[in-house]
């Protein structure tokens, strides 16, 4: 009987009945596949530019200006990733965006950045909360956490002020080694992670 290998595919129909050489191979494609990740991220930032209109700028456009914003304020990588990552939910998770992003995040980067990405959307009410019907200081419920005053200048700082059709921001090609080398970390390193850990927005 062929191995998997020599099929090319795994010989069960039910996980159940899988064998070890059944995941060692298919470890092997997935291992293969992750190394993508950061190319087909690429490609799904490129396709906001088609998303929501109304803004004077596309969300591409709006995610780029954040990340330049981030990198011109001095930021690291991890921030600077972040902040072009941050809407990338609006694709496929318009109510949950947020945590969308934070969750393909969360294992390449400093939870610092993770925690602010997955609590922008609440945060961002501050600014805009009072005209729709919603709670302005959604917020507050974080009030103490170590990094709410981290999330509170992400918004200030990037994430609001980024509508600018007049601004010089970066082009996607100037962000893609950057984001490359972030995606290509071992996932969920504790060196990366750095739990409890903050690092400045803005470079002294």
Known sequence: MKNATEQGHVSFTAMKDGSAEDYAFLTEHEIEYAKGTADRLLTALASLDGGLSGYQITRLDHSLQAA???????????????????????????????????????????????????????????????????????????AGHPYFDDCASFCERWDQSSFDPAYDTLPLEHFANRVREVFARSPYDPAVLKQGAREPLVAS
């Open 68 to 142: 330049t914003r981030a990198e011109r304020d001095g930021a690291d990588t991890d921030w600077i990733v972040s902040a072009l990552l941050h809407d990338i939910g609006d694709i496929f998770a318009p109510y949950n965006h947020d945590e969308y992003a934070a969750t393909i995040l969360r294992p390449f980067v400093r939870e610092q950045c993770t925690w602010a990405v997955e609590k922008h959307g609440d945060f961002q009410l501050i600014y805009y909360g009072q005209h729709v019907g919603a709670d302005s200081h959604k917020r507050d419920q974080y």
